[in-house]
């Protein structure tokens, strides 16, 4: 079976409406107009001098994760495998183990979030029932020069401290 061709007329006989070149260069006077006016006057500029003059961030902000710990230094994680099962993005690996100082029944021994994966949705610290996790560092841009540098560790989880007081954060709305 054989469908219907329609051949349609090609539109700019001749050889000023095929070649487009006056609007090429119609276009690139405008640019190079703008150009000019920004070269001669750049007061009118909106530039931004990161990462001289940091912007100011609100603790709703959402940054790296932190693991936040007890008033005596234990760990606030119980293993409970709800952000690692919340999580979109299926960056979170944890390893639980027993707990050692009698808290409750087991923690992490492995806590593992690998920041190329995640999307900083937030959905992890929603989902923990403990608090346990943030994502309240001040910390915005993440650099490195090797993928496993962008994998954090347990031990770089608990290290990093929040940028912003408990009243700032409660008050932030996280």
Not at 78 to 95: D, G, L, R, S, Y
Not at 123 to 136: K, N
Request: hydrophobic letters at 35%; proline letters at 3%; glycine letters at 8%.
């Amino acid at each position: 079976m054989s469908g219907k061709i329609k051949i349609m007329e090609r539109k700019g006989k001749d050889l000023y409406e095929r070649l487009y070149l006056i609007e090429v260069f119609k276009g690139m006077a405008v640019t190079f107009g703008h150009f000019l006016s920004n070269l001669l006057d750049n007061s009118k500029l909106y530039v931004r001098h990161y990462p001289e003059v940091k912007p100011e961030i609100t603790a709703r902000w959402r940054g790296r994760h932190r693991l936040t710990k007890h008033e005596d230094g234990t760990m606030k994680c119980v293993a409970c495998f709800m952000c690692q099962t919340n999580c979109p993005a299926k960056c979170i690996m944890i390893e639980a183990g027993e707990r050692v100082d009698g808290r409750t029944e087991k923690m992490p021994v492995r806590f593992d979030i690998d920041l190329l994966e995640c999307i900083y949705c937030g959905y992890c610290v929603e989902a923990c029932p403990m608090d346990a996790i943030r994502m309240d560092t001040g910390i915005f841009s993440v650099t490195g020069d090797e993928r496993k540098s962008f994998v954090l560790k347990i031990t770089d989880l608990l290290e990093t401290p929040g940028a912003f007081t408990e009243e700032e954060y409660k008050k932030g709305g996280a």
